[in-house]
């Protein structure tokens, strides 16, 4: 069996004895594809480095992401662009818009948004997407940008069926994380109506910890339990679930 976290911050933890045991567990416990996105022009060489020491277990991504998108943003985001040239990405991201802790940037953050859309076609990757607040705001730049190379993962999806399905016939998977442990998510209502093809996991670690381990930091050894969540909902096995979801990784990575 493996699993692939799509989405983890793992090169967070700078300590080498705890980024060991970290990737110590990951092994442990059969999560051997690990995807790094960054999050701004200071975090590119954690995550180059942390590819560097785990070549075999861990893929590069890079983006600005849309918490960090203010009024200097083109030069944050043209330090980042001119990074990859560094080491091979396999995606663009996260970008995306939030609109939960600053409503006052959003047209900054379409604008990054859109520019990042065009980068990510002109190197033929797919994005990764942040949306918290903003569903709306980033369906219409999808649409408006639509076209056959257009495609990538809905970062913590944790809408409606109706919006999973706009998601999916845009060429998007839902990356599914730790909410879907959560008793009120309303996503025990969503993945059993969403076929496994559509779906890929992801810890998002060290935020949103799935159960048993909420309010303690997450880590992407947890994937497991992500996992075991999915299949439940899907009336699956474990094993069906890291299968399928892993070579929907494969499909949209690209390795």
Request: glycine share 6%; hydrophobic share 40%.
């Amino acid at each position: 069996m493996v699993l692939t976290d799509t989405h983890t911050h793992l090169y967070y933890e700078t300590i080498p004895e705890k980024r060991k045991a970290l990737m110590q567990r990951c092994i442990d416990n059969q999560i051997t594809r690990l995807f790094l996105p960054n999050v701004d022009a200071a975090s590119v060489p954690l995550i180059y480095g942390l590819v560097e020491e785990y070549p075999q277990y861990c893929y590069p991504m890079l983006g600005l992401h849309p918490c960090d998108v203010n009024e200097n943003w083109e030069a944050e985001l043209s330090a980042i662009m001119n990074a990859h040239q560094q080491n091979k990405i396999y995606a663009i991201g996260e970008i995306g818009i939030d609109l939960y802790w600053d409503k006052n940037h959003l047209k900054e953050q379409v604008d990054a948004f859109v520019k990042q859309i065009n980068w990510a076609k002109s190197l033929d990757l797919p994005i990764v997407i942040h949306c918290r607040d903003a569903f709306n705001e980033v369906y219409e730049v999808l649409k408006q940008e639509a076209d056959e190379k257009l495609r990538g993962i809905f970062h913590c999806f944790g809408g409606t069926v109706e919006q999973a399905r706009q998601v999916i016939d845009l060429n998007f998977y839902l990356g599914i994380g730790g909410i879907v442990t959560y008793k009120n998510s309303g996503l025990d209502k969503v993945i059993p109506e969403i076929d496994l093809k559509h779906i890929v996991l992801e810890t998002d670690s060290p935020y949103l910890t799935p159960v048993p381990f909420r309010g303690k930091p997450n880590e992407s050894s947890y994937l497991v339990y992500i996992a075991q969540k999915v299949a439940e909902l899907q009336q699956t096995s474990i094993e069906k679930v890291a299968e399928a979801t892993t070579e929907n990784s494969r499909l949209v990575f690209g390795i």
